[in-house]
């Protein structure tokens, strides 16, 4: 089961690749505005993926002074996929920018962001506002 799980991920993370940096300004949604991050998705990213899955670009623009995040990183894009059904996520690539928007060349950094474990959706976070307005 666990294989088959892999094998999904990675024909997902291949069927994706083409879609990466098509999206466009004007159809960015913004999803959250907290303290440390400015969170957005793209509605022309969101694919629709067996069985009850859905794929989405998501762009955090840091405000300054964040903490935990390197003064060179202004924002980072994630390729999420949510379960719908079970109000789960898997991370296929996180990639930080030096530039707001991501509109700069992907800072170099050591990890590729993917996680092949599902995650739970905090009910009272982002993720799931954004969770919500995908697989509505």
């Known amino acids: 089961m ?3 799980r892999i094998q999904i ?5 291949f ?12 159809d960015k949604v913004k999803v ?7 969170m957005y998705y793209f509605k022309s990213s969101i694919k629709d993926l067996p069985p009850d899955w859905k794929k989405v670009w998501v762009l ?12 060179k990183v202004k924002s980072n894009r994630t390729n999420i996929v949510f379960d719908c059904v079970h109000k789960t996520y898997y991370t ?3 990639i930080n920018y030096t530039e707001y928007d991501a509109l700069s060349k992907p800072a ?3 990890a590729s962001g ?14 799931m506002m954004t969770f919500n307005q995908v697989c509505k």
């Not at 069927?15 to 004007?26: D, H, I, V």
């Not at 959250?32 to 400015?38: E, L, M, P």
């Not at 993917?114 to 993720?127: A, M, Q, R, T, V």
């Open 2 to 4: 666990a294989k088959m």
């Open 9 to 13: 991920f990675f024909l997902i993370l």
């Open 15 to 26: 069927y994706t690749l083409p879609s990466f940096g098509r999206e466009e300004n004007l």
């Open 32 to 38: 959250a505005d907290g303290k440390d991050y400015v």
């Open 60 to 71: 955090k623009n840091f405000k300054p002074g964040k903490a935990d995040i390197s003064p």
């Open 92 to 94: 296929l690539s996180s």
């Open 108 to 110: 170099l950094q050591t």
């Open 114 to 127: 993917f996680n092949p474990k599902e995650g739970n959706i905090d009910p009272n976070s982002d993720l």
